[in-house]
């Protein structure tokens, strides 16, 4: 069973740095894909960046320049740097993949359980 698990999230001080980390488990033939998305209270989710396996990336304009997302397939992991942290950044982070699994043989959207990111002094 394909599973997604973040860690790193955690309380800051605006204008500090965390590292979000999000790995792979389970019957997986290949990661095409991986995204962190966040979900503040009484929002939306909204996509913050996107990295493909050939290394694409792309960025929300708010986190643009702050942030800075990497993918290691091999390792099946995709990590979030964030810098330079603003109260507006506080939000639920949910790692995101399209990944075909060996059951199936069939591209699907997987979801890891989030984590709480807080930035406020």
């Known amino acids: 069973q394909v599973r997604l698990v973040e860690s790193g999230g955690g309380l800051v001080q605006p204008g500090g740095s965390l590292r979000l980390s999000c790995v792979a488990s389970g019957g997986i033939l290949n990661i095409s894909r991986m995204r962190w998305y966040r979900q503040a209270p009484g929002k939306e989710r909204e996509l913050v960046a996107s990295?493909?396996?050939?290394?694409?990336?792309n960025y929300a304009g708010s986190v643009r320049g702050r942030f800075t997302i990497s993918m290691d397939s091999a390792a099946k992991t995709t990590s979030l740097h964030m810098n330079s942290l603003k109260p507006e950044d506080t939000a639920v982070y949910y790692c995101?993949?399209?990944?075909?699994?060996?059951?199936?043989?069939?591209?699907?959207?997987?979801w890891g359980q989030g984590t709480q990111v807080t930035v406020s002094a």
């Open positions: 995101n993949a399209v990944i075909t699994p060996t059951t199936s043989w069939a591209p699907a959207d997987y």
């Open positions: 990295i493909t396996i050939s290394g694409d990336t």
